[in-house]
């Protein structure tokens, strides 16, 4: 008779009241407890997993154990864990000399990446103007460069134009219309 089967007899005289084999609670409660969760003695799933593996996989020469290059592992390490395109984006952002030019750059910022555009802040209005004409030959060079950043488009900003709300010779009021007339 297995132990699984002792079990069930055990339960059920516990059950029943008595039976032909009278038990103590503690006793019914270990065999039933042993019969829902399985026996202890049984192997575990990790013990399981251990013995399905490959003889001399854990020795130290053994076969998949020879060191990587450092490179070759982080990029593994970005592509798994989906980083591709941000870290695409830092570069790009860090490499705005290289891609643009280093007199342009000067003159230019580029401030940040949102849904696919790429914003530059520029100088002046001309340096904003310039940038847009060179806008196909930027946008080549960023997707050849950096493709996992994906830039769909660029935008160029000039400088803010003045608010004359705030200010030393700021008025309350509607403004420069009430002086007039």
């Known amino acids: 008779m297995t132990a699984e089967e002792n079990a069930a007899r055990a ?55 020879d060191p990587e290059e450092l490179g070759s592992v982080f990029d593994s390490l970005t592509n798994r864990m989906g980083w591709n395109s941000p870290l695409a984006r830092s570069e790009l952002l860090a490499s705005w000399t290289e891609i643009a030019g280093a007199e342009t750059a000067e003159h230019s910022t580029p401030v940040g990446i949102e849904e696919g555009v790429l914003t530059v802040k520029c100088d002046s209005t001309a340096w904003a103007t310039q940038l847009r004409l060179m806008r196909v030959q930027l946008m080549t060079s960023i997707a050849t460069r950096y493709p996992d950043a994906g830039i769909q488009t660029l935008r160029f900003e000039g400088p803010g134009a003045p608010s004359w709300k705030r200010g030393p010779r700021s008025i309350p009021g509607r403004g420069p219309r009430d002086t007039y007339g």
């Open 11 to 65: 339960d059920g005289a516990a059950r029943n009241g008595g039976g032909e084999e009278e038990q103590s609670e503690s006793r019914s409660v270990y065999l039933r407890f042993r019969r829902v969760f399985g026996d202890g003695m049984s192997r575990s799933s990790d013990a399981r997993k251990r013995a399905k593996r490959e003889p001399g996989s854990s020795s130290p020469f053994g076969r998949g154990r």
